[in-house]
T-cell receptor
Framework: QKEVEQDPGPLSVPEGAIVSLNCTYSNSAFQYFMWYRQYSRKGPELLMYTYSSGNKEDGRFTAQVDKSSKYISLFIRDSQPSDSATYLCVGGRDDKIIFGKGTRLHILP | DSGVTQTPKHLITATGQRVTLRCSPR?????VYWYQQSLDQGLQFLIQ???????AKGNILERFSAQQFPDLHSELNLSSLELGDSALYFC????????????FGPGTRLTVL
């Protein structure tokens, strides 16, 4: 079992919709979780990071972690065409970091 | 712009050759990380250096090596190149030893023919 798993998509949603991106992990030792956004042929860009279960909000983005079920989500409100990218889910601890393979998201104008 | 720079942007070479990729971390960051990204494997962590010393190792092949210099820039050396080494290679940096909140460079696209 891979340590961090994501549905590769693509996920297509209309502009303005709420997007839900999901991820599961298997390593109970993970201390933090992150979401990166990656545009085609560009470096990943850090969107959100959290160390605890619960919700963390930043503008249109909300990250949700449920450690009991090892489930991580990223919600995007009022989605825009510029949100079209690949979203990478990450779990890690002090000396280890594991990236999911990413979910491709298309926001349709 | 993350503040992490990588050179060159593109590299085309032949099998069996050796190449060097260069990375400069964000100002003040002491840790440098190297990653390989291919279509089928996703983003794979290769190695981390902290203040000149190797700190963590991931899925780095023996044909690959890296180092971090006193000015904190880092180089990734890839030797005896194979077709399967064609990928995007990213460098990232953080201020401390921990692997969280990494800032990525724009990457080097390596094509092995």
């Amino acid at each position: 079992q891979k340590e961090v798993e994501q549905d590769p998509g693509p996920l297509s949603v209309p502009e303005g919709a709420i997007v839900s991106l999901n991820c599961t992990y298997s390593n109970s030792a993970f201390q933090y979780f992150m979401w990166y956004r990656q545009y085609s042929r560009k470096g990943p860009e850090l969107l959100m990071y959290t160390y605890s279960s619960g919700n963390k909000e930043d503008g249109r983005f909300t990250a949700q972690v449920d450690k009991s079920s090892k489930y991580i989500s990223l919600f995007i409100r009022d989605s825009q065409p510029s949100d079209s990218a690949t979203y990478l889910c990450v779990g890690g601890r002090d000396d280890k970091i594991i990236f999911g393979k990413g979910t491709r998201l298309h926001i349709l104008p | 712009d993350s503040g992490v720079t990588q050179t060159p942007k593109h590299l085309i070479t032949a099998t069996g050759q050796r190449v060097t990729l260069r990375c400069s971390p964000r100002s003040g960051d002491l840790s440098v990380y190297w990653y390989q990204q291919s279509l089928d494997q996703g983003l794979q962590f290769l190695i981390q250096y902290y203040n000149g010393e190797e700190r963590a190792k991931g899925n780095i092949l023996e044909r690959f090596s890296a180092q971090q210099f006193p000015d904190l820039h880092s180089e990734l050396n890839l030797s005896s190149l194979e077709l399967g080494d064609s990928a995007l290679y990213f460098c990232a940096s953080t201020s401390g030893r921990s692997t969280d909140t990494q800032y990525f460079g724009p990457g080097t696209r390596l094509t092995v023919l």
